[in-house]
């Protein structure tokens, strides 16, 4: 199936990274209020087609692999924007709006022209809960992914001694994006932990057992462990700044590559999908 | 009767500081001396008066400069009591377009010791302000006030003239601002209490911090100025333990070898948690080994990386500046149309033609019930008509010959102007009007309605 409203919502999300990247190279600034917008109109465009096809499955739509990507996309976008005016960081979006525009070109390019109907055994109350609470946590991996990219750039410039002027004075303290990257994981972290509780219960009531060896739920364990690693590291070991940054986006690459490994190669019960 | 805008003064690039010193105004003496000023200077129209430490200058208006700046020196002499020979040479004076120009060029901070620095614009507003209290001021000193406002904001938006850091010891705090979010929970310590490091201390203490360290080999001068800026002293031998709380170390100590290097700073750091650490190095022979550069979490900037930074930003400023002078420059042209406009003042004629426009307009909106009329019946109404409007105009017209004078001359023809709408063209003036006159937001329109006349 194809909607009026995920063309519209690519071509402003890319109207948005080109803003946000122009913001972070013109030395001027003061083009982030459009690309905040841009962004905006963007996550609206990008709901109505959610809700055109959520409408059409009968639940959200995740019921392929371009769907999730797209469902994904969208998270990411509205998690960006609530970072960015929370915590005035534009520089954050230069970070995850290519992640927002790949990943919805990628799911515009793979949409299934045919109607979707997700399969009976997926249609069930703890799909949204189990699927968005796992999207959010990723997003907000991502996010700190990306606050960790910011926080490594700011650094390694201020240990050249080449901050004085140019974007240096646009980036938020280090200290700051330190604490937000420690922020988003410990979240991040929580919903992770529930997604797999309510994915464990959805499970057991589906498939009468809380575990099945599936490779999305290996691969699952083992970033959850990681991430538990991470914040372990920091609580006990005091592991933080430039240490706790590259840390934050190893594991984070471990995570995109388990999600585009277990839904391209190993697809599994997951269904091609998170579903 | 025209008048003429003009500066006289100096400033730091034709004074010496010698000089300076003993014509500034303290910021009380301003209003008393601006209204002794009237009767030293009967022939200035309107003033205001800027004194900083760079600059004294006098911004006025009158009909004639030459005679106006005369006694303007004498009044500088006799204010201040000192003899005109010493500041005379010093002095310098632009008129007219020249005057606006360097106006707003002061007021944008390129004309500054240091270009750029954000003082002046708040120098140039209490001179607005105090002048404004000594009721000196006029219509076109308000008006060029105003505008050299918004000049300057423009300048301070669109360029980049006041970025970057253009001392030492605020590169410095640029810097921990950089690293650290918040200044107040942090605590710095200096280690030895050199002057730079004492300014640089100042500022942040300024910015919030509260916990703050002095260490120095002569514990007295450490005591004074821990007692001074609220902070703690400690003696030379005893600092080494206080080091793990330090999140901010300037050193500033007279030493042969580095006082610190990367065995002091190591396991300290583990005792931080790896908190980050800012080391200032402001001592030369350098009180920091370079090697603790490279540790986690430790950022160190010694004199020289901090001198460039303020190399740097100091040209990017002058860069900027150019910039700068292209908008005074148009932001110039644009002020010095309006004020050559008013000096222009064809204003009894003007509102005699706008009354008869006005007229003639009545009698065609009621063109048809006067054609009712009998002939002489509609030449009573026209003379009566004529006669009312006359009787307006007679009054407006003495009163304008009457006053040849400044505040009464070009200002009153204003006035009159705005007040019979004769400024408007008649469609306009049947609109409301806005009046922005005398309100701070005139920058914004400049005045396009005065060419439609």
Not at chain 1, 90 to 117: C, D, Q, R, S, W
Not at chain 1, 216 to 241: H, M, Q
Request: overall charge positive; charged content about 20%; some cysteine.
């Amino acid at each position: 199936m194809s909607t009026l409203w995920l063309a519209p919502a690519l071509v402003l999300y890319v109207l948005a990274l080109s803003l946000f990247v122009a913001d972070m190279v013109q030395r001027q600034g003061g083009l982030n209020r459009y690309a905040l917008l841009a962004l905006g109109a963007g996550a609206i465009s990008h709901t109505m087609d959610l809700i055109a096809r959520g409408l059409e499955a009968g639940n959200i739509p995740v019921g392929n692999f371009a769907q999730s990507l797209s469902f994904l996309a969208w998270i990411i976008a509205l998690a960006s924007i609530v970072m960015i005016a929370r915590f005035k960081m534009p520089a954050i979006g230069a970070f995850t709006t290519p992640v927002i525009v790949v990943a919805l070109g990628a799911a515009y390019v793979m949409m299934p022209n045919e109607a979707h109907k997700l399969p009976s055994t997926l249609r069930s109350a703890w799909l949204p809960i189990h699927v968005t609470l796992a999207f959010f946590g990723e997003a907000l991996f991502m996010l700190a992914a990306s606050v960790s990219l910011v926080y490594l750039v700011h650094e390694s410039r201020l240990k050249a001694k080449r901050s004085l002027g140019m974007i240096g004075g646009k980036l938020p303290s280090l200290e700051k994006l330190d604490r937000i990257n420690y922020r988003l994981l410990g979240w991040g972290f929580v919903l992770l932990s529930l997604a797999m509780v309510t994915g464990a219960i959805w499970a057991a009531n589906a498939w009468g057992r809380f575990w099945s060896w599936e490779p999305i739920e290996c691969w699952t364990l083992v970033t959850w462990l990681l991430y538990a690693g991470l914040l372990e590291s920091r609580l006990a070991a005091g592991w933080r700044g430039r240490r706790a940054a590259t840390l934050t986006i190893a594991v984070f690459t471990v995570l995109v590559g388990s999600y585009l490994g277990v839904n391209l190669v190993y697809p599994g019960k997951h269904g091609g999908s998170f579903g | 009767m025209t008048f003429e805008l003009f500066i006289l003064g100096l400033n730091h690039q034709s004074a010496p500081i010698e000089v300076r010193e003993r014509l500034a105004f303290a910021e009380t003496d301003v209003v008393p001396s601006l209204s002794q000023l009237k009767q030293i200077a009967p022939s200035v129209a309107e003033v205001a008066l800027l004194s900083t430490c760079n600059r004294v200058e006098l911004v006025a208006v009158a009909p004639d400069p030459a005679q106006a700046a005369q006694e303007l020196r004498e009044f500088l002499a006799l204010d201040r009591r000192v003899a005109a020979n010493i500041f005379e040479s010093a002095l310098y004076q632009f008129e007219g377009r020249e005057a606006v120009r360097h106006l707003f060029r002061v007021g944008a901070s390129l004309d500054s010791m240091v270009l750029g620095e954000p003082q002046i614009l708040g120098q140039l507003k209490l001179a607005y302000t105090q002048a404004v209290r000594a009721e000196t001021l006029g219509m076109i000193l308000h008006r060029t006030f105003h505008r050299a406002f918004a000049v300057a904001k423009r300048v301070r938006k669109s360029t980049l003239i006041g970025h970057g850091a253009v001392s030492v010891s605020s590169a410095a705090v640029g810097l921990a601002r950089e690293i650290f979010d918040s200044l107040k929970d942090k605590t710095v310590m200096l280690l030895g209490a050199g002057q730079m490091a004492e300014l640089t201390a100042r500022q942040l203490v300024k910015l919030g911090v509260q916990s703050l360290l002095i260490v120095n080999r002569t514990f007295e001068r450490a005591a004074t100025l821990a007692r001074e800026l609220g902070g703690t002293a400690v003696t030379f031998d005893n600092y080494k333990p206080y080091l793990k709380i330090a999140d901010v170390l300037i050193g500033s100590v007279a030493t042969a070898r580095p006082l610190l290097g990367t065995e002091d700073i190591e396991p300290i750091l583990r005792e931080r948690r790896y908190r980050p650490m800012f080391l200032i190095d402001l001592g030369v022979p350098r009180n920091f080994h370079e090697r603790l550069s490279s540790l986690e979490n430790v950022y160190l900037y010694d004199i020289d990386d901090l001198g460039t930074a303020v190399t740097n930003s100091r040209a990017e400023r002058a860069r900027e500046a150019e910039k700068a002078e292209v908008f005074v420059a148009e932001e110039v042209e644009g002020f010095w149309r309006w004020l050559s406009g008013l000096e222009l003042v064809p204003t009894i004629k003007d509102i005699r033609s706008h009354m008869d426009r006005l007229r003639d307009l009545e009698f065609k909106r009621h063109r048809a019930w006067l054609a009712a009329l009998q002939p002489d019946e509609r030449e009573h109404i026209e003379s009566l008509t004529r006669g009312i409007a006359n009787k307006i105009l007679h009054q407006v017209t003495t009163e304008l010959r009457r006053s040849g004078g400044f505040v009464d001359g070009v200002y009153a023809a204003e006035i009159a102007r705005r007040l019979l709408g004769s400024h408007l063209t008649i469609e306009q003036g049947e609109r409301d009007d806005s009046g922005d006159f005398f309100e701070e937001d005139v920058e914004r329109r400049p005045l396009k309605r005065r060419g439609r006349r």
